[in-house]
């Protein structure tokens, strides 16, 4: 099994929302040579929020009159808070993760 990540732990399960200040995301890394065991790596959620060039749900106006649909008007900073949700895991955190996986397999064995 190949190591998997999850950005957003309370997505699943919505009681690890508790968790997210320490723990929003999660790692999964199988002990290779160590049937049914695995390490998990936890991260923080990020406090950075999303800044969009206008509101996203307001991507279009329509004229009530002609029915014709325009682009939104206002395109001013809307900053959406990530709550509850990790960086994502990029292929040199798996990469590190694999490596991690083998050295504690080796020392365990």
Known sequence: TAPQGITKLSGDVEAFGA??????????IPLPGLSGS????FRPEMNK?????GDPSM???KDRATGIVYPRKNYS???VKNSGKCTDWVQV????????????????Q
């Open 19 to 28: 968790f997210a200040a320490k723990a929003a995301g999660a790692l999964y």
């Open 38 to 41: 695995c390490l998990f790596v």
């Open 49 to 53: 929020p999303t800044v969009w060039s």
């Open 59 to 61: 991507a279009s106006v």
């Open 77 to 79: 900073d809307f900053p």
């Open 93 to 108: 955190d798996v990469d590190a993760a694999i490596a991690i996986g083998r050295v504690l397999s080796s020392v365990v």
